[in-house]
């Protein structure tokens, strides 16, 4: 379910390589604002993240890095804030339970 009130939305499907969540920034604001969210979870001690729609019978997932791959997903990001738009696979594809797309700009 996507909600244009937010300036995150989050969506999920199975796609050609399996499930995957796509997470769209739609300001440049929530693109830093994830950013300084992924370079928090580098430092530690917390290396997950657990994002949901709130409701009891809701969706939502956990995903778990350790630092280095929040560091990854920061530099990913840093990425889309120089371009401009675009968008970043942040997790492996056949190595991760599912595919993370975040998008900007598109």
Not at 48 to 64: R, Y
Not at 76 to 91: N, V
Request: hydrophobic share 40%; glycine share 14%; charged share 25%.
């Amino acid at each position: 379910m996507r909600s244009e009130a937010f300036p995150i939305s989050v969506d999920h499907y199975v796609g050609a390589y399996g499930p995957t969540v796509r997470i769209e920034a739609k300001t440049l604001d929530a693109l830093r604002s994830a950013r300084d969210m992924f370079n928090g979870l580098a430092k530690g001690p917390t290396t997950e993240l657990v994002i949901s729609n709130g409701a009891p019978t809701g969706i939502g997932f956990e995903w778990g890095l350790d630092q280095d791959g929040w560091r990854d997903s920061v530099a990913m990001i840093g990425r889309l804030l120089q371009s401009g738009r675009g968008h970043q696979y942040l997790t492996r594809e056949g190595v991760d339970d599912a595919l993370v797309e975040f998008v900007y700009g598109e």
